[in-house]
């Protein structure tokens, strides 16, 4: 129990170093807050737990990882939860608690799931991936920039 609560304390004071305006101007702070937790905003209004749910798979998911991304991620996570039960343990109940937060809520942007999304590609997957702003990939497979800019492949 003395770990948990020096551990809490340890996280309010790094909380308040690295955020100290949090208690020298708290009347903004909570101004701000509710200025952001408007319950509706053009283009990003959610519909209710489900209609967000389905939302953030079939767009933002499905258009980030495909069909074929989702349905490796899907058997991913069913491969992890049977052959690895405390990474399972360990890892699903954020994913899941992550999801629903996003879910609940009265508006939906695409950017809160980047924490799911994953940040590196694998080691066999040879698509280019240039950035139109800093060249044009080569069709036959190669990105001629990947030594150049840290958008391409």
Do not use: K
């Given at each position: 129990?003395?770990?948990?609560?020096?551990?809490?304390?340890?996280?309010?004071?790094?909380?308040l170093?690295?955020?100290?305006?949090?208690?020298?101007?708290?009347p903004?702070?909570?101004?701000?807050?509710?200025?952001e937790?408007?319950?509706?905003?053009?283009?990003?209004?959610?519909?209710?737990?489900?209609?967000?749910?389905?939302?953030?798979v079939?767009?933002?998911l499905?258009?980030?990882?495909?069909v074929?991304?989702?349905?490796?991620?899907?058997?991913?996570?069913?491969?992890?939860?049977?052959?690895?039960?405390?990474?399972?343990?360990?890892?699903?109940?954020?994913?899941?608690?992550?999801a629903?937060l996003?879910?609940?809520?009265?508006?939906?942007?695409?950017?809160?799931?980047?924490?799911?999304l994953?940040?590196?590609?694998?080691?066999?997957?040879?698509?280019?991936?240039?950035?139109?702003?800093?060249?044009?990939?080569?069709?036959a497979?190669?990105?001629?920039?990947?030594n150049?800019?840290?958008?391409?492949?």
């Open positions: 129990m003395t770990r948990l609560a020096l551990f809490a304390a340890a996280a309010v004071a790094t909380l170093l690295a955020s100290p305006y949090l208690l020298l101007d708290y903004a702070v909570v101004r701000d807050l509710a200025g937790a408007r319950p509706m905003h053009p283009g990003a209004t959610g519909g209710g737990f489900f209609v967000n749910l389905a939302w953030y079939g767009h933002p499905l258009g980030s990882l495909g074929g991304g989702l349905a490796l991620s899907a058997f991913g996570i069913v491969l992890m939860a049977l052959r690895n039960r405390t990474a399972a343990v360990a890892v699903l109940p954020g994913i899941a608690a992550f629903v996003i879910s609940i809520q009265a508006l939906r942007w695409e950017r809160w799931l980047i924490p799911l994953p940040l590196r590609r694998s080691p066999w997957d040879t698509r280019c991936m240039c950035s139109p702003m800093s060249c044009d990939c080569a069709p497979g190669g990105c001629p920039c990947s150049r800019s840290p958008l391409c492949c």
